[in-house]
Each structure stands twice: as structure tokens, then as C-alpha cells.
């Protein structure tokens, strides 16, 4: 039997059950507010129109959501083929003034930051009065350092009210800012400030993390002598521990008192960058993309409030660092955007034990949860009572994002936490794409919701499958193969910094006229879409095609499992072979040999003798990203005897698993 990506996901999703929202979206509401002469009733009407008139959509959407200096002209003008974009031309706006200004107007005293610290029950609440506040004395004194419209400022610091500050004080001024995620080394930070030359370091003396100090100002003084265009850093105090500063270096908060609490926000090109982020890394060296203002703005609080079904007054608890795209989006922009309480998550999902999510649900009243499957993966090792025995009464709705969530954590998330009365939605998108694009919300009258897929495009969104040849694929059946998206959205990044022709290359020169995600996507007859891992992770066994996360989603099945990965490596007879790592749960002791039978039997009863595993190595760990997500590409490196060879491992979180598993690798040859 040749199977074909998703077949037996198919037949697993179908099986289960599905859930009816009891909170349907008021997507189409806001939708019809924007547009109150379109007589569009159903969610296919509203997607056609999306992608169908882009230009009127967001253009609508921009219009009535952002405030404008200076209204724009014409809401788009872009060529896929050439990887050109320009979105709201000649708008002027700036994104502080959205993102807080608007609402000091009409309420100064709501909560706009929930500081979840990392030792529970000593949260403090930021108004946006005070966030105001706070982020026009960085403005002045950024300007007053000399940081002028369209310098890079990196931020090196901690989530932190005055990381989310210092990111819009730049925005406030027209500077670009570079958040660098603060657990990366000394090496990474040097090779990020020195692609972008960014003229201001902020950082903190130390960063608190699951009880431990993190030595943040003495990791930054490693990296800055490789950093000539660093002119000034200034350290906030996050600990109070003494660190050695040099003559440019000054305390954040001592200088910013000395501030005025008001300061003249530029008026920005609707084009003009906002900030730029590196990748995560997973597939190679990361990329360092730019977004713009007025066309990320859009998307971050269109995405927010649609996705999510956020209304003012809900506790918006996205537990991303604001190192990754997803606190950009969903901790600091979409949030703020609509007016929004967010919380800034600063510990570990298990700090002081495994119940901490939980336990902060109950405490700061959490509508919305926004989380990763690592995390999940990690929680439902421990016992069920870390959850049970918080009250989660308030939750709403469930996220899950960064990787494909299988559905033992779907419904782990989903029963368990949920209590099965939340929407849980998967929500898939990457840096370059500026938020969600597939998600099972939005939708008005269709409210199933299916384990383990983001099922429904975003508003604007117009996901395409190519096969191996190039050809577009279509009708009603199952179809597999390249994922791209079709229309222009107004959150996608507008070029890699310092390397245009990396970004044209990557994403529009593989599928001409579309943007290439670099993913694999499944769209069953029901026209719901589904993520099967990367392009990369398609691998072809005796002829036939297999997804590894089909793989790992039936090893992760067994009760023992706690993480599985997948990968391919050179077969000299049946051209690839499969080579598994599993990770087992706490205090298991079944022998090892029966494990590694029920494993292959679940693999060929549950998808076919083609995909049971050549090899299976038990792991303590997976190498993954400092994100969370598990680095493929080192697994088959390792899997195909190339240990000498793991390319860029600088946003490794842990390289001690590597050695680990390349021991036992050599232990199984
Ligand atoms: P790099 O581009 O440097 O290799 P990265 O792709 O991991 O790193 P991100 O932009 O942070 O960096 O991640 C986006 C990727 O994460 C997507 O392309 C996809 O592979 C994966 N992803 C994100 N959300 C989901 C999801 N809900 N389901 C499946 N995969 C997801
Ligand atoms: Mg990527």
C-alpha cells in the first residue's frame, strides 16, 4: 500500500470527537461593523471576499483599526513574483500611539501589563497611564542618546514591563528594534548586533528564570567587543546584583527618572521598518526579518482579536518570551492594539512544580492561554492533580503554536485543561508570515474544531498545495504537498535584513507568484488544513512518501512516551530508513526491549511495516531550539553517521543532549 501523508491522520481525526464552541467568534460582528453595506452572511462569503478583494478588505480593516496621522491612499500595491510589498502607501502612522496613546485617552487606569514574575504571587499590574508613561521617558532618553529615526536598538533583557516599553519607545522614535532572546550567548548576541549595527544595547543586570539568576550584563560585556557599533548599553535592575560598568554603560531606570513623561511621537511611513527578529533556527542559519509598521500593525490586532475571540476586559495569557515572533505579536502588539490586558510570563512551565500554568490561570484570572506543544508535551508527564487542583474557571480559549501539536497533547490540553469546554485552537504561522494564518476561529457558523489541525485560513490567507513538479494541486480529495500561500497579507515581512535576495530566493522564487512556507500541508476533503512538519521531514521509504510527524504522532501514543522525533537517514536498499528518538516519561520501567516491540507493532498496525523505525534510540532529551522546537536537522545529521557535521548550533538550548545522543547512536550501530 502506498500510503499518502494524512491518510491515517484522517482516519484518526475523524474517529474523534469534535468540539462545539460555546463562545462562538465575533469575527464576522467586527466584520460587519467595517463593512456594513456588504450583505455577506456566511464565514465562505467573508473568506472569498478576503481574498478575493484584498485591497478593499485591509483596507477596511486598517481604516476603522489603527489610528492614522495621515490617512493612506491606496491600500496595497504588491507583486509576489517580484517579493515587492507596499501596504497602505503614503499612510503615516505610528504603532506606540496605537498601541497605547488611544487607550490612555479613554481609560489611563486600565490594566495594559500583568508582570507574571517568575516567583508565583508576586505579579505587579501596569496601567496604561504608567505604560505611557514609562515608554516616553525611554523615548527622550533613546533620543537623547542620540538614536535617531531608522537605528537599530537590540534589547537583550528579560520579559519585563520595561522590555515591552523599550520595544515601543523605539517605535515611538521611528528606531528599529532587535529583540534578542535573553538566554542566547555571548557568541549569538555578537553575530545578531553586528548583522544589523544596532547603535544601542539594553539589557539587565540579571534574569530570574525557574529560581535560578541568569548572568544577562555579563554575558552582553563578552559579546560587546565584537560589537563596534554599540555607542551606549543601559542596564536595567532586575536583581540589584553589582556587575562591572564601563564608562557608556547606565543604569535604565536611574536615567529614565530624569526623563519627561511625554514625548512627540514621529510620524512614521506605513512602510517603514518596525523591527526586525531573527528565526528560530531550526532549519539553518537564522534569518533576520524585517516587518513594517502600518502592514504588521494591521495583522497583529486583526489576528489577535479574530484567533482569539478577544474582548477588552479579558486576561490575555500568551506564555512566549518577547525573544520570539509570538511575543511580538500576541504578548506585546495584538494585545496592546485592542486595548488588551496581557500577561508578561517570566518563569518556566515548571516553577516551583508542574502545576505553575495552572496555578497562574486561577490567580490572574486568564481568558485566553497561548502556549507551545512543547510545553504540553513536558506537562503531561507529571500527574493530572497539577492541574486539577487549580480552578480554571476563567480560561476561554487554548493556543498551541511553534510545532505541529499531536493529538495526545491536543487532548491532554483540551479535556484535561479545558475541561473540554474551550476552543482549542492550533494556530500555525512563522515569523516571516507576522501572525496566525491557520486557525480553526475565525468562523461564525462552522464552530467544529478537530485535534491537531489549524483547519481554517486567517481572513486574507489562501493557503495552495504544490506537488513535486510544481503543479498546483486541486479537487475534493486528500491532497499533500508544498504549502504556499497565494494572496498578499499585510503582515508579512518585507525582505531579511542586509540580504533582499536571500528573502526573494527563499520565499518567492520556488513556486513563482506564491510565498513558499517551507512547510508541508495536508487539506482533507473537508477542505480543513493540516501542517505535516517541514518540507524536509518528508522522507521517501522504499518509494513510499511518509511524513515523520505520522511517525512520532503514533509513537507518542504509547502511555511511556513522553516526546518522540522522526527522522530520515541514507538507506542503501530502501533508499531512506526511519530513525526514531524517543523520550520516555518519569519513573518508567518497563524493559526496554518490550518497549521497543509494542513501538514497532503501534507503527505497523497504525500506518503500515514501511514506516516501523529502523532504528530506535531512548534519549533523556531532544535538541531543541532555544524556542522549544526540536532540531530536526541535528537528529539527521546524527542519524546519517554525520556527528562532525551538526552545522549552526547557536540557538541550541542544550548541547549537553547532543552528545547524549550521539553516544547512544554509536551504542545502537
Ligand atoms: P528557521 O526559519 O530559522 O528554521 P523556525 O522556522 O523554527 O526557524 P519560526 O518562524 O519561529 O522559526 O517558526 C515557524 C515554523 O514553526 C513554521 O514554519 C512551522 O514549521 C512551525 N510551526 C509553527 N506553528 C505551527 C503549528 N501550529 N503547527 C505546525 N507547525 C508549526
Ligand atoms: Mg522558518
Redesign the pocket.
Given at each position: 500500500m502506498s500510503i499518502n501523508k494524512g491518510t491515517l491522520t484522517l482516519a484518526r481525526y475523524f474517529d474523534s470527537r469534535f468540539v462545539l464552541s460555546r463562545s462562538v467568534s465575533t469575527a464576522h460582528g467586527t466584520l460587519k461593523q467595517i463593512f456594513p453595506d456588504k450583505k455577506l452572511t456566511s464565514h465562505a462569503d467573508w473568506h472569498k471576499f478576503s481574498v478575493e478583494q484584498p485591497e478593499e478588505f485591509w483596507g477596511g480593516v486598517a481604516r476603522s483599526s489603527l489610528k492614522w496621522m495621515v490617512p493612506f491612499q491606496k491600500a496595497m500595491n504588491c507583486d509576489m513574483k517580484k517579493g515587492q510589498f507596499e501596504w497602505f502607501q503614503n499612510g503615516k502612522i505610528n504603532a506606540s500611539v496605537n498601541c497605547i496613546d488611544r487607550h490612555v485617552e479613554v481609560d489611563p487606569e486600565r490594566i495594559a501589563l500583568i508582570w507574571e514574575k517568575d516567583e508565583p504571587g508576586t505579579e505587579e499590574k501596569i496601567t496604561y497611564r504608567s505604560l505611557f508613561q514609562m515608554t516616553n521617558q525611554i523615548a527622550n532618553l533613546l533620543r537623547r542618546h542620540n538614536v535617531k529615526k531608522g537605528d537599530v536598538v537590540a534589547l537583550y533583557m528579560p520579559v519585563s514591563p520595561l522590555a515591552v516599553a523599550s520595544m515601543l519607545a523605539c517605535s515611538r522614535i521611528g528606531a528599529i528594534h532587535n529583540v534578542i532572546f535573553a538566554g542566547f550567548s555571548a557568541d549569538a548576541i555578537a553575530t545578531r548586533v553586528q548583522d544589523c549595527n544596532a547603535v544601542v544595547l539594553i539589557t539587565a543586570d540579571e534574569g530570574v528564570r525557574g529560581g535560578k539568576t541568569i548572568p544577562l550584563k555579563q554575558t552582553v560585556d563578552k559579546a560587546l567587543g565584537r560589537c563596534p557599533s554599540v555607542k551606549n548599553v543601559f542596564v536595567m535592575r532586575r536583581t540589584g546584583a553589582e556587575v562591572p560598568m564601563a564608562t557608556n554603560h547606565f543604569y535604565f531606570q536611574d536615567l529614565m527618572e530624569q526623563e519627561k513623561s511625554e514625548c512627540a511621537p514621529e510620524s512614521m511611513q506605513s512602510e517603514d521598518s518596525l523591527f526586525l527578529l531573527?528565526?528560530?533556527?531550526?532549519?539553518?542559519?537564522?534569518?533576520g526579518?524585517v516587518h513594517s509598521t502600518g502592514g504588521y500593525l494591521t495583522y497583529a490586532g486583526f489576528t489577535h482579536k479574530t484567533a482569539f475571540n478577544y474582548q477588552v476586559g479579558d486576561i490575555f495569557g500568551c506564555v512566549a518570551d518577547i525573544g520570539?515572533?509570538?511575543g511580538h505579536t500576541y504578548v506585546v502588539y495584538g494585545p496592546l492594539l485592542n486595548g488588551g490586558a496581557s500577561v508578561l510570563f517570566e518563569s518556566t512551565p515548571t516553577y516551583p512544580d508542574p502545576g505553575r500554568y495552572w496555578e497562574t490561570v486561577e490567580r490572574l484570572k486568564i481568558s485566553q492561554f497561548y502556549g507551545a506543544?512543547t510545553a504540553i508535551r513536558l506537562l503531561l508527564r507529571y500527574e493530572e492533580s497539577f492541574v486539577n487542583k487549580y480552578d480554571r474557571s476563567s480560561l476561554q480559549t487554548l493556543g498551541?503554536?511553534?510545532?505541529?501539536?499531536n493529538v495526545e497533547a491536543w487532548e491532554w490540553f483540551n479535556d484535561l485543561v479545558g475541561e473540554g469546554r474551550c476552543d482549542l485552537v492550533?494556530?500555525?504561522?512563522?515569523?516571516?508570515?507576522g501572525g496566525i494564518c491557520?486557525t480553526p476561529r475565525p468562523s461564525e457558523e462552522e464552530a467544529e474544531i478537530l485535534p491537531g489541525k489549524?483547519m481554517r485560513p486567517m481572513f486574507g490567507i489562501e493557503p495552495t498545495l504544490f506537488d513535486e513538479k510544481g503543479n498546483v494541486l486541486t479537487g475534493k480529495g486528500d491532497l499533500n504537498g508544498s504549502l504556499c500561500l497565494k494572496t498578499p497579507w499585510p503582515g508579512m515581512a518585507r525582505t531579511i535584513f542586509g540580504d533582499h535576495e536571500r528573502y526573494v530566493n527563499t520565499y518567492f522564487k520556488p513556486y513563482p507568484g506564491y510565498f513558499f512556507?517551507?512547510?508541508g500541508g495536508h487539506r482533507d476533503p473537508k477542505g480543513y488544513w493540516?501542517?505535516t512538519?517541514?518540507m524536509d521531514d518528508v522522507i521517501n521509504v522504499t518509494g513510499h512518501r511518509l511524513g515523520t510527524?505520522e511517525v512520532e504522532d503514533v509513537l507518542d501514543e504509547h502511555h511511556d512516551v513522553a516526546e518522540a522525533a522522526v527522522v530520515g537517514f541514507p538507506h542503501p536498499i530502501k533508499g531512506e530508513g526511519v530513525y526514531a528518538y524517543v523520550v520516555l516519561k518519569e519513573h518508567v520501567d518497563t524493559e526496554r526491549e518490550v518497549m521497543l516491540g509494542q513501538l514497532r507493532e503501534m507503527v505497523k498496525k497504525g500506518i503500515s511495516g514501511f514506516a516501523v523505525p529502523d532504528h530506535i534510540q531512548f534519549c533523556s532529551g531532544l535538541p531543541k531550539?532555544r524556542?522549544g522546537?526540536i532540531m530536526r536537522r541535528i537528529l539527521r545529521q546524527v542519524a546519517a553517521n554525520n556527528q562532525d557535521n551538526l552545522g549552526d548550533i547557536s540557538?541550541l538550548a542544550d548541547p549537553g543532549v547532543v552528545d547524549e545522543i550521539v553516544k547512544n547512536h554509536e551504542e545502537l550501530q
Amino acid at each position: 500500500m502506498s500510503i499518502n501523508k494524512g491518510t491515517l491522520t484522517l482516519a484518526r481525526y475523524f474517529d474523534s470527537r469534535f468540539v462545539l464552541s460555546r463562545s462562538v467568534s465575533t469575527a464576522h460582528g467586527t466584520l460587519k461593523q467595517i463593512f456594513p453595506d456588504k450583505k455577506l452572511t456566511s464565514h465562505a462569503d467573508w473568506h472569498k471576499f478576503s481574498v478575493e478583494q484584498p485591497e478593499e478588505f485591509w483596507g477596511g480593516v486598517a481604516r476603522s483599526s489603527l489610528k492614522w496621522m495621515v490617512p493612506f491612499q491606496k491600500a496595497m500595491n504588491c507583486d509576489m513574483k517580484k517579493g515587492q510589498f507596499e501596504w497602505f502607501q503614503n499612510g503615516k502612522i505610528n504603532a506606540s500611539v496605537n498601541c497605547i496613546d488611544r487607550h490612555v485617552e479613554v481609560d489611563p487606569e486600565r490594566i495594559a501589563l500583568i508582570w507574571e514574575k517568575d516567583e508565583p504571587g508576586t505579579e505587579e499590574k501596569i496601567t496604561y497611564r504608567s505604560l505611557f508613561q514609562m515608554t516616553n521617558q525611554i523615548a527622550n532618553l533613546l533620543r537623547r542618546h542620540n538614536v535617531k529615526k531608522g537605528d537599530v536598538v537590540a534589547l537583550y533583557m528579560p520579559v519585563s514591563p520595561l522590555a515591552v516599553a523599550s520595544m515601543l519607545a523605539c517605535s515611538r522614535i521611528g528606531a528599529i528594534h532587535n529583540v534578542i532572546f535573553a538566554g542566547f550567548s555571548a557568541d549569538a548576541i555578537a553575530t545578531r548586533v553586528q548583522d544589523c549595527n544596532a547603535v544601542v544595547l539594553i539589557t539587565a543586570d540579571e534574569g530570574v528564570r525557574g529560581g535560578k539568576t541568569i548572568p544577562l550584563k555579563q554575558t552582553v560585556d563578552k559579546a560587546l567587543g565584537r560589537c563596534p557599533s554599540v555607542k551606549n548599553v543601559f542596564v536595567m535592575r532586575r536583581t540589584g546584583a553589582e556587575v562591572p560598568m564601563a564608562t557608556n554603560h547606565f543604569y535604565f531606570q536611574d536615567l529614565m527618572e530624569q526623563e519627561k513623561s511625554e514625548c512627540a511621537p514621529e510620524s512614521m511611513q506605513s512602510e517603514d521598518s518596525l523591527f526586525l527578529l531573527y528565526t528560530s533556527g531550526s532549519t539553518g542559519k537564522p534569518k533576520g526579518l524585517v516587518h513594517s509598521t502600518g502592514g504588521y500593525l494591521t495583522y497583529a490586532g486583526f489576528t489577535h482579536k479574530t484567533a482569539f475571540n478577544y474582548q477588552v476586559g479579558d486576561i490575555f495569557g500568551c506564555v512566549a518570551d518577547i525573544g520570539w515572533v509570538t511575543g511580538h505579536t500576541y504578548v506585546v502588539y495584538g494585545p496592546l492594539l485592542n486595548g488588551g490586558a496581557s500577561v508578561l510570563f517570566e518563569s518556566t512551565p515548571t516553577y516551583p512544580d508542574p502545576g505553575r500554568y495552572w496555578e497562574t490561570v486561577e490567580r490572574l484570572k486568564i481568558s485566553q492561554f497561548y502556549g507551545a506543544p512543547t510545553a504540553i508535551r513536558l506537562l503531561l508527564r507529571y500527574e493530572e492533580s497539577f492541574v486539577n487542583k487549580y480552578d480554571r474557571s476563567s480560561l476561554q480559549t487554548l493556543g498551541s503554536v511553534g510545532e505541529p501539536i499531536n493529538v495526545e497533547a491536543w487532548e491532554w490540553f483540551n479535556d484535561l485543561v479545558g475541561e473540554g469546554r474551550c476552543d482549542l485552537v492550533d494556530t500555525w504561522w512563522q515569523s516571516e508570515t507576522g501572525g496566525i494564518c491557520l486557525t480553526p476561529r475565525p468562523s461564525e457558523e462552522e464552530a467544529e474544531i478537530l485535534p491537531g489541525k489549524p483547519m481554517r485560513p486567517m481572513f486574507g490567507i489562501e493557503p495552495t498545495l504544490f506537488d513535486e513538479k510544481g503543479n498546483v494541486l486541486t479537487g475534493k480529495g486528500d491532497l499533500n504537498g508544498s504549502l504556499c500561500l497565494k494572496t498578499p497579507w499585510p503582515g508579512m515581512a518585507r525582505t531579511i535584513f542586509g540580504d533582499h535576495e536571500r528573502y526573494v530566493n527563499t520565499y518567492f522564487k520556488p513556486y513563482p507568484g506564491y510565498f513558499f512556507t517551507g512547510d508541508g500541508g495536508h487539506r482533507d476533503p473537508k477542505g480543513y488544513w493540516q501542517i505535516t512538519g517541514r518540507m524536509d521531514d518528508v522522507i521517501n521509504v522504499t518509494g513510499h512518501r511518509l511524513g515523520t510527524a505520522e511517525v512520532e504522532d503514533v509513537l507518542d501514543e504509547h502511555h511511556d512516551v513522553a516526546e518522540a522525533a522522526v527522522v530520515g537517514f541514507p538507506h542503501p536498499i530502501k533508499g531512506e530508513g526511519v530513525y526514531a528518538y524517543v523520550v520516555l516519561k518519569e519513573h518508567v520501567d518497563t524493559e526496554r526491549e518490550v518497549m521497543l516491540g509494542q513501538l514497532r507493532e503501534m507503527v505497523k498496525k497504525g500506518i503500515s511495516g514501511f514506516a516501523v523505525p529502523d532504528h530506535i534510540q531512548f534519549c533523556s532529551g531532544l535538541p531543541k531550539t532555544r524556542s522549544g522546537k526540536i532540531m530536526r536537522r541535528i537528529l539527521r545529521q546524527v542519524a546519517a553517521n554525520n556527528q562532525d557535521n551538526l552545522g549552526d548550533i547557536s540557538t541550541l538550548a542544550d548541547p549537553g543532549v547532543v552528545d547524549e545522543i550521539v553516544k547512544n547512536h554509536e551504542e545502537l550501530q
